[in-house]
């Protein structure tokens, strides 16, 4: 079913980043920054670290909903990340970016696609063994090689036909895209369904975006999008984003709602069928290097259809 979108202005906006979010640990908070730099696997420090279970396959939120309540903090100058938790004893432990005796490369897997990882060490996955208590018997912590070493070997993206392939441009432990951006106006647009239907709204955290931007015209104007214009740095569009279950869990509580908004966007952002709902765009940045800040002005640049 086509989405009920209307256009709020007819002259151009001044579109702009009104929030940049990086998930240092996949599947746990997000940490608001005010910037953010640009590598070949996305935002710097976005999910490079994850947890996995005893067949290395990752843990998240669709299983585990507690990890919404787990924060992770990276500490660039030390390299150490700090773990926290409601009524548990923070945890900080120095990340170990290359494979030795104690901390062993694991092949580990991330929906159909697998990729090598360095095992962070007993302390930090008896921590989480408490956050999981009977729900997992193992919980293991892994980081991302240090890039460019011979034991990093990051996944392959899935490129669309349409699309050119731009070589040294890699997913981490990102599930489908290395970058998500949503607007306020296509969460307000989705918020107007729910609340009609359900007597409620979610917050923009439910879709886990790494950049939000205000001031688009029309709900869902991103969509249309092949390129984006970031300050300094130019994205390329991927694909829209495919939504789960996981919008049904509430970021702060881990709580998961008997309702969520999956249900409405099923009713009209489903252009491949009712299981398929999507909501934001995935990016690509085209090139590694450069910085996007809150406040940047943002462009987005629209496929031209031939009119004849």
Known sequence: MAADVSCTASAPAKVVVSEINIFPLKSCRAVSVQSASIDKLGLTNDRRLMLVDSNNRFLHQRKFPKLATV????????????????DKESLTIKICRMPRDDRPLREVAVWQSSLPAVDQGDEAAHWFQSIFDASASF????????LESDVCVPRQISYPHSLPNLHDRYLGF?????????????????????????GQTVPMSRFRPNIVICGNTCAFEE????????????????????RCKMTAVDQ?????DKIGPLEVLRTYRAPRGPG?????????????????HVGDSVEGVELKRRTS
């Open 223 to 242: 969509d249309k999008w092949i390129t984006v214009q970031i300050g300094s740095v130019m994205f390329m569009a991927l694909k829209k984003a495919e």
């Open 174 to 198: 990102s599930d489908a895209g290395p970058v998500l951006l949503i607007s306020e106006e296509s969460l307000a647009d989705v918020n107007s369904k729910f609340q009609s239907v359900w």
């Open 252 to 256: 702060v509580t881990g709580e998961t």
């Open 139 to 146: 919980a293991r912590l892994v980081a991302l090689p240090q």
């Open 71 to 86: 924060t992770a903090t990276l500490d660039d100058a030390e390299d150490s990340l700090h773990l926290s938790a409601p």
């Open 276 to 292: 398929h709902a999507e909501f934001g765009i995935l990016l690509i940045p085209v090139k590694t290097g450069g910085t996007i």
